[in-house]
């Protein structure tokens, strides 16, 4: 069965410092890949998302995200937090059809 | 304003009564979904329809039954068979292209539902 692993549940980090969300999905075939983020008790807005072409894909408020297809990852990173980045992120995959396939989440807690 | 508006934002439900849930999207969006989502679990698939009048099961579509009537709404009701309906309960929509995989979902702001 196709997943897609979330390896943190929880991501405390101080504010300017980086931060870097781990996400690994289960076949490399054929994937379209999406982070979303949730700020709490709000629905899902897309962060990011890569289709084809350049493996670096960037979002306007400074994430980034490498599509590594021999290591079928799909980090998130961003180089200096903000208190408002405090949020649930979700990786998500696509193997080409309507479905997405959601990680379980990584909360990110910015602290001053 | 387009978007996705869901109701009720609270929901609190006697064991063994069903509730619908309502979602309405005016983006002109061809493809609707359903989502549950649990602490620690992600985003789990209930029901997605691509087009008026059609619609399929997701992931854990036991105890909840949809309707696809109308291209702007997308109601779920959740039965007395569901064993364990308490939970974030997500709505979104995306433009339905003949590749499916690259749409983008749009999401709603969701729905409580506490089972007493």
């Known amino acids: 069965a196709q997943s897609v692993t979330q390896l943190d549940s929880q991501v405390p980090v101080f504010e300017e410092a980086p931060v870097e969300l781990r996400c690994n999905y289960s076949?490399?075939?054929?994937?379209?890949l999406f982070w979303y983020v949730q700020y709490p008790n709000q629905g899902l807005q897309l962060l990011l998302k890569?289709?084809?072409?350049?493996?670096l894909v960037e979002s306007i408020n400074g994430f980034e995200a490498e599509f590594n297809k021999s290591q079928t990852s799909f980090h998130l990173r961003k180089p200096s937090v903000h208190i408002s980045d405090t949020a649930e992120y979700f990786c998500?995959?696509?193997?080409?059809?309507?479905?997405?396939?959601f990680g379980a989440g990584t909360t990110v807690t910015v602290r001053a | 304003d387009g978007g996705i508006t869901q109701s009720p934002k609270y929901l609190f439900r006697k064991e063994g009564q069903n509730v619908t849930l309502s979602c309405e999207q005016n983006?002109?969006?061809?493809?609707m979904y359903w989502y549950r989502q649990d602490p620690g679990q992600g985003l789990r698939l209930i029901y997605y329809?691509?087009?008026?009048?059609?619609?399929q099961k997701g992931d854990i579509a036991e105890g909840y039954s949809v309707s696809r009537e109308k291209k702007e709404s997308f109601p779920l009701t959740v039965t007395s068979a569901q064993k364990n309906p308490t939970a974030f309960y997500l709505c979104?929509?995306?433009?339905?292209?003949?590749?499916?995989?690259?749409?983008?979902?749009?999401f709603g702001p969701g729905t409580r539902l506490t089972v007493l």
């Open positions: 979104a929509s995306s433009i339905g292209t003949f590749n499916g995989g690259t749409d983008t979902q749009y």
């Open positions: 329809s691509q087009i008026v009048n059609d619609f």
């Open positions: 890569y289709l084809s072409g350049s493996t």
């Open positions: 998500a995959v696509s193997w080409n059809d309507y479905k997405l396939s």
């Open positions: 076949s490399s075939v054929s994937v379209y």
């Open positions: 983006l002109n969006h061809d493809a």
